[in-house]
């Protein structure tokens, strides 16, 4: 009898346990920073490693990045463009982003990324006016009509390509180029900052999110370049710089491995610091977003491209192999860094600041920032590119055999 007594006690208790861990406040039933929020980190890290690998060239002279320097730097003000395409989308009110500007407040840490991007796009702007000079002015000569009054515009009506012009351009350009890496650093370690900033959040709340979020945006962007250099050039039918191909996926295998490193040193720190939030955080990553962490991101997305990168790196491979490899494993590391963000962004709202219990989000397609949404805005950036390449050859005066 009193065994049975107290084995319904046990029950009772073990199913109140039950309920109450389950506990999620009415304000964390739903997830406020939707897909949109999700796609803007994605967007501006692409921005971030694509400059990055102009750079490589432009600054620090790595000659065999050559063919894709001008590409990168034209893909890199493709995205930026759009980069706060999704903030805007996800606000109520857009039309009131104008007020960062009309009345500034500079201690705003939100309105903090308007003033980054806005001399971002300035300082990118000027040095892909500046790297296409000659080639805007050749092409200055041979238009008509408004094509020719835009390169006047652009060229800014200049048509000087002496030996000291053209000296006094490559300063320029270096000049800024390496203010613009600074600035390329904070544009996308800043995203990491305004989520490292919610105290209230203990999966954001960490020094490490900045890192974190600056690697893998290196990571996503240098594998959209090689990914799309190899994809355009086979699709033209032109050849492909096998060097160019190496440098990059030696470069792309340095940033990933940091980035990866760093993901897992956040994993590690929380189990084994276990602070007060820690059982919350290892029931997120164990329940919730046990597939897309676990399975997606590490074991699928991580692991493997970290094997196709040592079999790239150790073993002697002909050229269409190692190129195949090249673009196969970029396009699983953009797949990684996208569901990174996700795990970040809508993982970390699923966690209830009740420390009690979860929420669940199902993406919609038809929603204001639903699926389709998503895919209708990772496309601007492409059309955009599109419409730069018209204007700004990305191979202009290379001979094709």
């Not at 996800?90 to 104008?98: A, I, K, V, Y």
């Not at 800024?176 to 305004?194: K, N, S």
């Not at 990772?378 to 204007?391: A, D, T």
Request: hydrophobic residues 55%; aromatic residues 14%.
């Amino acid at each position: 009898m009193n065994n049975a007594m107290a084995s319904a006690a046990g029950d009772s208790i073990g199913s109140a346990t039950m309920l109450v861990s389950n506990y999620v406040f009415p304000n964390d039933l739903h997830v406020h920073w939707s897909m949109m929020i999700v796609l803007y980190p994605y967007i501006t890290g692409l921005v971030d490693g694509a400059f990055i690998i102009a750079a490589l060239y432009y600054l620090f002279d790595v000659k065999s990045l050559r063919p894709v320097a001008r590409f990168s730097l034209l893909f890199a003000l493709a995205f930026l463009s759009c980069a706060t395409l999704p903030l805007l989308l996800h606000l109520t009110r857009p039309e009131r982003n104008l007020n960062m500007l009309l009345t500034p407040s500079p201690s705003s840490a939100m309105a903090g990324f308007g003033y980054i991007f806005a001399v971002s796009m300035g300082v990118l702007v000027f040095i892909v006016l500046f790297v296409y000079r000659p080639v805007l002015v050749e092409l200055r000569a041979t238009s008509k009509g408004w094509l020719q009054v835009l390169y006047r515009v652009i060229t800014f009506d200049s048509i000087d390509l002496s030996d000291e012009a053209m000296r006094l351009d490559r300063k320029i350009i270096k000049f800024l180029v390496g203010i613009g890496i600074p600035i390329a650093v904070v544009l996308h370690g800043y995203v990491g900052f305004i989520f490292g900033g919610v105290k209230a959040n203990p999966t954001w709340s960490t020094p490490l999110m900045p890192v974190i979020f600056l690697f893998s945006a290196c990571v996503s962007g240098i594998s959209a370049i090689i990914l799309a250099y190899i994809l355009i050039r086979k699709f033209k039918g032109r050849s492909i710089d096998h060097d160019c191909i190496v440098t990059m996926a030696k470069t792309l295998t340095l940033f990933f491995i940091l980035a990866f490193s760093f993901e897992m040193l956040e994993v590690f720190s929380h189990s084994y610091l276990k602070s007060g939030y820690h059982h919350m955080v290892e029931g997120l990553l164990n329940g919730p977003l046990a597939s897309s962490f676990w399975l997606w991101q590490v074991k699928i997305c991580s692991v493997i491209p970290l094997v196709l990168l040592g079999i790239m790196g150790l073993m002697r491979l002909d050229e269409f192999f190692y190129n195949f490899l090249a673009a196969t494993t970029s396009a699983i590391l953009l797949l990684q860094v996208l569901i990174m963000r996700w795990n970040v962004v809508i993982g970390g709202q699923l966690m209830s600041k009740s420390a009690r219990g979860y929420t669940e989000f199902h993406p919609e397609w038809f929603d204001k920032e639903g699926i389709l949404a998503v895919i209708i805005v990772m496309s601007i950036p492409f059309i955009i590119l599109w419409v730069l390449g018209k204007i700004f050859p990305f191979w202009a005066g290379e001979s094709e055999t």
